[in-house]
């Protein structure tokens, strides 16, 4: 007998998962298992039951028991403030996912470097930070270097910026309010009100830039992709080379491989529908 937390919905079944319908033929449970990590990570990471059950819709005993389930994995842990927050086999999961997704976007980077002669970068948003993919360095013998799986806060830096301008305001100042806002140069922002009024800068250009706050004589500008998927490409050079004229010149190349990308996964996901 199937009661109403039931794991397999039948074909052509519509039950709510969470407020949305639930998909022909899919696990529910697994669903709705993914949609609480999800929620978990708009938060910042970590959240308490309460605000699962509210963000969720589902009710609260279905909810301790997929964290439940999810904690003995690995995947969800419990703090001393009895909150959770997303746990360390997620790392490996990601760092995986994010080195298939460097791979599938490296041809649109060796684009942009083509174009524009600087190196290119594509970052994700994992959690709390920000998370490099891949890159393609630049032409110029004197080129900057970003390491792939380096993790950095998104305060500082023009992907990081670009990506938490897309969120709506409350979500990423949830997202900053776990952030520390390190001073790495005499540039960096290093209070939430004015990060606030630099991601409205960036909301009303539609991109962002990184004036040497994460490393001097560095800038880089940034545009988010306009999709499911919470990554940015950037351009970063000497800031002798990245004079105003080039970033107006790489702002609608950035924004074209950006939306090339989004194509490309839509067409994936249209593909295996």
């Known amino acids: 007998m199937r009661n109403s937390d039931s794991d397999i919905d039948a074909p052509g079944a519509t039950a709510d998962v969470g407020g949305a319908p639930a998909r022909s033929g899919t696990v529910q449970a697994v669903e709705r298992a993914v949609d609480l990590l999800e929620a978990m990570a708009d938060a910042g990471g970590t959240v308490s039951l309460s605000h699962l059950a509210a963000s969720s ?31 360390p086999r997620l790392v490996r999961l990601g ?3 994010g080195r298939l997704v460097g791979v599938w976007a490296q041809s649109r980077l060796a684009e942009l470097v083509d174009a524009l002669g600087e190196s290119a970068n594509l970052a994700l948003l994992e959690g709390n930070q920000i998370v490099y993919v891949a890159q393609e360095p630049g032409r110029h013998s004197m080129r900057m ?129």
């Open 57 to 87: 819709g589902l009710p609260l005993p279905t909810i301790h028991r997929l964290v439940r389930t999810l904690a003995g994995r690995g995947y969800v842990r419990q703090q001393s403030s009895r909150e959770y927050a997303l746990g």
């Open 95 to 97: 760092d995986t996912a």
């Open 145 to 273: 270097f970003t390491e792939v799986g380096r993790r950095v806060s998104p305060h500082c830096t023009a992907v990081g910026k670009a990506l938490l301008a897309r969120m709506p305001a409350e979500k990423a100042r949830e997202i900053l309010r776990h952030n520390d806002f390190t001073r790495h140069t005499d540039n960096t922002i290093t209070s939430l009100a004015a990060f606030d009024a630099e991601l409205e800068k960036v909301r009303s250009a539609g991109y962002a830039v990184d004036e040497g706050e994460q490393e001097l004589g560095v800038r880089c500008v940034a545009v988010a992709l306009d999709g499911p998927l919470p990554a940015a490409v950037s351009i970063s050079g000497p800031t002798t080379r990245m004079t105003d004229a080039l970033l107006d010149s790489a702002v609608p190349k950035l924004q074209a491989a950006a939306d090339a990308l989004v194509d490309e996964l839509a067409r994936q996901d249209a593909a295996t529908a």
